[in-house]
């Protein structure tokens, strides 16, 4: 799964990473980043496509709430923050997301858990990113849903996994799709589902390091939260 996020850029620097997409959905979002720690729920700068006052449809940022609340969505449901990707073509949560409103999210790394005991009451938590330091976009899904008593509209999205890569593997079995440069624009368009992009990203081009056990705690956003650290000692029943 992917529970956790990290965007140690600002907004400018983030936004300018991924240039070719509008920015003004997002502006007013400046003060929120950088983010050290970010969790679901909270707002969280996304790519979609958009019409312009022209009409003309393109790749836009836009603010969203991390946690997938479809059209239909009623109060008790649940507000999944992960899509498994062999999921995504006919959950009912997903399927509608999936054929027409795709999204990228750029961050510049996430968080994963490693168990070291089988109950996994102690675990050791890791930094994953690029070894360039750049920012890169994860494949999601987004909806609209609108409040019927306050009619406020509200953008959500959820993040999709696929099984884990060689790197990854060896803390968990699952991790966030990963997506190419090259490969956004299809993500976003309106072709048939890309089904073939849901996959593992290659590990040499990630890193990932130790880090301290403040991540646990959504409200330690702080710059040392991604610092690495001196792991545990490897876990005795592997």
């Known amino acids: 799964m992917c529970g956790r996020v990290f965007v140690r850029s600002d907004l ?6 991924f240039a070719f997409a509008g920015r003004e959905g997002v502006l007013g979002m400046a003060n929120q980043f950088p983010r050290y720690n970010g969790a679901p729920s909270l707002e969280y700068p996304i790519i979609i496509m958009q019409a312009d006052r022209s009409g003309k449809v393109g790749p836009v940022f836009e603010s969203a709430s991390w946690g997938l609340k479809p059209a239909w969505w009623k109060a008790g449901m649940p507000t999944p923050i992960n899509a498994r990707c ?18 990228l999210i750029p961050i510049d790394g996430f968080f994963e858990w490693h168990k070291l005991d089988e ?35 509200v953008r959500t999205f ?13 803390i968990h079995d699952r991790m966030p799709v990963i997506l190419h440069e090259k490969d956004y624009q ?5 072709e048939p589902p890309p089904h ?7 590990s040499e081009l990630m890193t990932m390091w130790p880090i301290g056990p403040g991540v646990g705690n959504p409200r330690n956003d702080r710059p040392d939260i991604i610092e690495e650290i001196d792991p545990d ?6």
């Open 12 to 17: 400018a620097t983030l936004m300018q990473a």
């Open 86 to 103: 062999e999921d995504v073509a006919s959950k009912p949560m997903f399927r509608s997301a999936y054929r027409s409103t795709r999204c």
């Open 119 to 153: 109950k996994g009451k102690k675990k050791q938590p890791y930094a994953i990113a690029m070894k360039s330091g750049q920012p890169f976009a994860l494949a999601g899904l987004w909806e609209i849903w609108r409040d019927r008593e306050t009619d406020l509209q």
């Open 158 to 170: 959820t993040i999709v996994t696929c099984a884990a890569n060689e790197i990854m593997a060896t």
């Open 186 to 190: 299809r993500w976003l368009s309106e």
């Open 196 to 202: 073939d992009l849901m996959t593992q990203f290659p």
């Open 233 to 238: 000692p490897e876990p005795s029943f592997i």
